[in-house]
DNA sequence: GATGAATGAGACTTCATTCAT
DNA sequence: AATGAATGAAGTCTCATTCAT
């Protein structure tokens, strides 16, 4: 990796952490240059601007969540047709690790949405298209082979388990008992409610 | 209501709405005193500070919603009593509607949650626990009942079903086609999964 | 006049020295707010952009300026018919005084002509038309009675005298010697050249 | 010529183009560097200072401008004994092709003039005093052989006729319809009225 | 000899906050 | 009680200049 991309990776990398804790718009590009090692007209050297050093870091970030979650679990899912179950939680528990992984870079995301036009695209086009479109054929995939209900439609069964596994998350981001192991048991609990609903049979 | 209530509350108003729009760092003091048509000064002799109108907002906001939630709701459930269904309906469409009402203010207290901590406490305090009260009584009456399974915990499904809601209402805010009565057919899908399950009996 | 406004005609005299000195893009705006007395803040309470604050102070200027130049000769003139000779003079030391007293406003609009569209344009208006209005209908009065030449057109004649005032004063302000006398003397000469040329009768 | 002198004159070359357009200190050396084709760092090898880019620039732009206006039109003056009327309009349409010529080099000349004394030094030696010795010498030669008039000295002579000339050209430069041709016009106008006068005999 | 990455001082500008009126 | 003028600290951004490669 030459020098001048070692910098701009220093950059985002500092911008990603203090964004994440601050917020866009609270943030301070001396803060960044700082926690960078860098000075601030460095950072002037890589972006131009403030807005686009977000823009840029969101757009790097996820390009490398994209290759994460579309490479990695489909080979494993290919490797072994499971059953509904098993594979929601394989599903669930990758993300899961994803979401550690990226935890800043969702945070920056979710929080940023609603006021950069910018960042919502990247993040309807990027991040919900894709992952509608992995889980979407997969779960008519369970339809067809007679595991799931026919009259619910894919889309608000994706919505429901994806709020579900979301707050889920959100959680484990604001309590302080936030273990892996934990969160295998919310996860499995959870998949069960979908799978069979809570109503008794 | 006293003239220096009414101007509290037109400052209030104004910084809801600017808030909500562009994100409480973001917002300018003095974008409010105009829209509040006020001046810049008046705004400081209500509000000694501006992070301190913003928790006022906030904690004035959530105590009018608290008394929606808890009150209405309450009177309307113990006139009828139904099946889970038929609450789980009910208390959503009262859910979407607060939301609609408050729609300002979650997105504030939603924003500014993680880096706030007086919003923080104000909204663990005063809606989660509030919510989570409300609906783990009723849920464990249903259990009892004989309609719920016994083998879930109630925190562990409430938090699935207001998962499966959040993401809803989320998923209407940022769309454009969002008449009230999709949600209600959404609701009820909603409600048909997380009661029986997407699996096959 | 009103404290603001008195803040204000400050901060337009601050400017005018600093910019005449040094050129309106050397020129820093917390030179210009010392020099006023005020914090670099107030500037931008009264222009919200450096630029505004060049424009304003130019459109400023030439509005006394063009008061001056329109209303006091006119009276001048009309009270006695002179010769064109005299009325030459009168005009080119009318124009001197109001040379030295906005002597600053001058260098500026000369300056930043071209390169601020904004200010050309007032230039244009303001300066050229009106001057070239008030010249071109004394020229042609003295054309018809019989003291200018018929085939000289007002516009090259204008041109001309305006060019030999123009340098004129343009040497005065950038030599040492530049007293009132001397100038009187060589504006004598200047419209002794102007009316019967070099060339030998 | 060396390639070092090569690189050198790109720069003085694109100095002078992007000094000209926008003034010397809101031009930036990255543009300059860009326009030259050379990078930031090689501009500070030949020039170690902005200013000096700008005095250096200067300097040899006058420095060949001198040999242009010094050697050409004498030869032809003395090739030709004309009369006062015929001379004046060859040094000026001589004049105005060098004009055109070196359009940038004076604009910049006449910006920084008064900004930076060792402009107005060169500017003084190199073009007022030259311009004033050619010209006087002739002007005299014309009164001696009895076409001009004695008492008229001429310093406020050559003075007067290089305003007219100046402004002349300086009405060229800003207006649309500035063909040679109209020059041509505008410059015998000009010579009528400066050894005529305006005045009827 | 040339490059372009890095710097840091300083530019313009914004804004929460204070205070005289 | 209300105003809005004034502040100054801090923010984003620019740019001449240096220096390792």
Chains 1, 2, 3, 4 share one sequence.
């Not at 969540?65 to 990758?94: C, H, W």
């Amino acid at each position: 990796m030459k020098k001048s991309e070692q910098t701009e990776q220093k950059i985002m990398l500092a911008a990603g952490e203090i964004f994440s804790e601050k917020g866009y718009s609270a943030a301070s590009t001396s803060e960044i240059a700082k926690k960078a090692g860098v000075s601030e007209g460095t950072v002037f050297r890589y972006f131009s601007t403030k807005k686009e050093l977000l823009v840029r870091l969101v757009k790097y970030g996820i390009e490398m969540f994209s290759e994460d979650i579309a490479i990695k679990p489909l080979i494993e899912l290919t490797r072994a047709k499971k059953n509904g179950q098993d594979f929601l939680y394989e599903v669930s528990m990758n993300r899961y690790d994803l979401w550690v992984k990226y935890r800043n870079l969702f945070k920056i995301v979710i929080h940023e949405l609603s006021f950069h036009m910018e960042i919502k695209e990247l993040f309807d086009k990027y991040i919900c298209e894709k992952v509608e479109s992995i889980l979407s054929s997969t779960y008519e995939d369970y339809i067809k082979s007679g595991d799931f209900r026919e009259d619910i439609d894919s889309h608000s069964a994706i919505r429901s388990f994806s709020g579900m596994i979301f707050i889920l998350f959100m959680e484990h981001a604001h309590s302080n008992e936030n273990s892996r192991e934990k969160m295998q048991r919310d996860i499995k609990t959870t998949i069960d409610i979908f799978i069979n609903g809570v109503g008794k049979k």
